[in-house]
């Protein structure tokens, strides 16, 4: 529990400073003011500001010589810090994982907001702060405000994938909005109401949303929202479906080509998964709605995305173990646990393998020029209706038609599906399944929020299910397939008997998550599923 007050920030008027504030403090309570002192600070985020839509603000400082984290939360709550150890070698760190932040209140907060994004310098800031205390009649402190006036120095637009495009403030910096931050001293409520008061009421400073991040990037130009992974595209219920899908697979490109950078980079894992979904959803709207597009160039895109989905697979699968490496290591017994090293070593080899392998793809002249060319698809001429007979057609209607269609084709799949079926037959309703969803979250707001969102809510749970099962069988495999570099290192013996224990966990996995098929396939196949299903997505909604 921490004992402390919470704080709040206010932004003070266009064209008041900091001395003014502190002088109106002065004339109606006993406050004792600090020398002001300038400090440089940055301001840390995801490259999709996570911690924006999280409300928080997280700043990187030099503190005694070691990297200071403050985490300030928007909810008013009191801030953390944390002084966080030097890169290997002893540089000064920029880029954060979880595991980078020594263990505390500070990494617990931002442990379920960040999973596993890396978190980046966005902006940085040079401040002059003053310290202010509030006293009461025995001299004792009773409120604590700091009164900053920051001047962005510079920042990374989140948007360029934080690849080194930083924009530099002219003039050697930017002024900003001086900001008040007021927190409160235990048990003393009353002092803190009256200051907060005296602020809002009658200095007239209103509530800061959110930090200075926002402001810096816009002052300079930039885009504050970083990178997007959801589709916004406008569509109506009308719109001819060559034009949908064209609007939406642009989006996509553009969502896809902005995390290349990232990939390339490798500055964290999510960088290939945004850029992986991004494909994979392209390619499925080509799949489904493919009676909009032109046959011959239709085909020689789709084999052009389904090669890109190739070549970033083995680092994908690959990321998925190291994630999960802390989960599956604890399905080894605890005696074998240690004996484990020697497996993560060699995964994390053959990633850095497989990441040199595939910038070399991304970067070379195949990738070049099927990416360039699926673009001038996009932005083309599609030639005729004739040959696309979908395309005039109101995306509502063969959107709708897909969506009955894949889902009635889910139920049929699922219900043949028994104890005695294959694995392959539950990996191909899975395959379906992602069709049916991307489906939903690409075309689903052309109907009613309370149809499409428990649907996807009954969705979700099948593909929990079933991904389960799937990734249990991927990893046993690629596991397996290590044995033979194992066997040859020198604590290979024992690193294979825990590999084998970690393998029969893993399995064990996978059947409990057939066992379980049934009851979340039950929901996702009702009867007044079918049919809401079959009367929400016929016709114009």
Known sequence: MVLDAPTSTYLVPHGVDADAVTSYLAERLAVEADEPVIVETTVLDTVDRRLRAAGIELLLDDHRGAAHLTLRDHSGRPPLTTDVPPADGGAARTRFVLEDIPGGLLRQRLADVLEERALLPLVRLRLEAQAVRVLDEQDKTVVRLGVTSPLVLGATDPAQAFTGGEIDAPGGGVALTTRVVVAGVLGYPKPLAQVEALLTEGAGLRTAAGGAADEALRALGGEPDGLRTKVRVALTPDMRTDRAAIAVLDDLADIATSNIPGTLADLDPEFLHDLRVAVRK??????????????EALARQRDALKWVQAITGEVRDLDVQLLDWSGLAAKASPDRRSALDPVHELVSRHRAEAVRRLATELQGPRFTEAWSSY?????????????????????????????????????????????????????????????????????????????????????????DVLGTHQDRAVQVE???????????????????????????????????????FAESFEPFAAKAQRKLVDTTFRGLP
């Open 478 to 516: 690629s596991l397996r397939s290590l044995a033979d570099e194992l066997a040859r290192q020198p604590d290979g013996p024992d690193a294979l008997l825990a590999l084998g224990s970690l393998v029969d966990g893993l399995e064990h996995e996978q059947h409990e998550a057939r066992a379980h």
């Open 375 to 463: 673009r001038a698809f996009l932005a083309g001429d599609l030639g005729k209706a004739k040959k696309r007979p979908d395309a005039k057609e109101p995306i509502a209607l063969t959107a709708g038609r897909r969506i009955r269609k894949v889902y009635s084709r889910m139920v049929e799949m699922g219900r043949a599906i028994d104890d005695d079926s294959p694995a392959e037959d539950l990996h191909e309703l899975r395959k379906r399944g992602k069709e049916l969803r991307y489906l939903l979250e690409l075309f689903g707001d052309l109907w009613p929020t309370e149809v499409v969102k428990p649907m996807v809510k009954t969705l979700k749970g099948l593909q």
């Open 282 to 295: 392209s390619r499925s709207v080509l799949r489904e709605l493919k009676k909009a597009f032109p046959p």
